[in-house]
């Protein structure tokens, strides 16, 4: 049988290894988001000058 000590441990490895689990979910998600952002500098702007997306059209 495992001891008290043995089974506090092993929940506390647990908990940490689910926490770095996430930080490495959150940092992939980071890096995709940053990928994204940089490659959006590239695209044309090709956004539509009829305020349809601004609402500036409802505006008059």
Do not use: N, T, W
């Not at 441990?9 to 940089?38: D, G, P, V, Y």
Request: include cysteine; glycine fraction near 4%.
């Amino acid at each position: 049988m495992q001891s008290e000590v043995q089974k506090q441990l092993q929940a506390r490895q647990c908990a940490i290894f689910q926490i770095l689990f996430q930080l490495q979910q959150e940092e992939e998600l980071f890096h995709e988001l940053h990928h994204l952002q940089s490659v959006e500098r590239y695209l044309p702007s090709d956004k539509p000058s009829d305020g349809i997306l601004d609402g500036s059209a409802y505006s008059s």
